[in-house]
């Protein structure tokens, strides 16, 4: 995430969507700025009283499935890296209670926030420039047009039943 060096003035997802564009490290790293952006935007329209939404990174971890599904992995993506991440890396244990603590900890401020070994971490450069603001901005509208047929008024309305049903649930 703090690799990426994604930047847009114009559509976010056809750039991201770019087959020409497309290297897989990178766009990686660009998914995952991009989710933090979402993440923290989506924050700003729930209420942690009603649900706590955080990016939890559970840091190099050995052991798990990632990039097992690689078609042509090269030399690197074969022999090196597996090999550096079993070295260096985290259980699956260790990874899987940065979650838990994401979950049970941190309190209400962890709402929106990018968890990483054990504690909040501050967001990518980008986000803190009004260039980043205003991709955030435009990749909260282009996700809800990509979303529009759940709902005809978008997300917002969907969040507003399923407040209303969980209010009638409980009553
Ligand atoms: N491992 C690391 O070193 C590391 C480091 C930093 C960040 N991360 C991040 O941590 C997260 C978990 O990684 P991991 O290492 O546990 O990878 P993983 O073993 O490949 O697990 C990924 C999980 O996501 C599920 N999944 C994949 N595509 C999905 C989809 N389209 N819809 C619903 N579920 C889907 C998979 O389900 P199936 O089992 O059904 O395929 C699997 O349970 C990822 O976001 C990864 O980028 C990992």
Redesign the pocket.
């Given at each position: 995430m703090y690799l990426s060096k994604f930047e847009s003035s114009g559509l976010i997802l056809p750039r991201l969507d770019n087959p020409a564009r497309y290297s897989r490290f990178q766009q990686?790293m660009d998914t995952?700025m991009l989710l933090m952006m979402f993440v923290s935007r989506l924050a700003e329209q729930i209420s942690p009283d009603d649900v706590l939404i955080n990016v939890c990174?559970?840091?190099?971890?050995?052991g798990?499935?990632?990039?097992?599904?690689v078609k042509n992995p090269g030399f690197a993506a074969r022999f090196f890296i597996p090999l550096f991440?079993k070295t260096v890396?985290r259980s699956?244990g260790a990874?899987a209670s940065v979650y838990i603590h994401a979950l049970i900890t941190e309190g209400r401020k962890r709402h929106g926030s990018f968890i990483s070994d054990w504690t909040i971490k501050p967001y990518p450069r980008l986000m803190y420039t009004q260039k980043g603001q205003s991709m955030r901005e435009r990749l909260w509208q282009e996700t809800m047009e990509e979303l529009h047929f759940a709902s005809d008024s978008g997300f917002a309305d969907l969040f507003a039943s399923g407040r209303e049903k969980f209010v009638n649930n409980q009553n």
């Open positions: 990686y995952k990174n559970p840091g190099m971890t050995a798990t499935g990632l990039g097992k599904d991440v890396g699956v990874g």
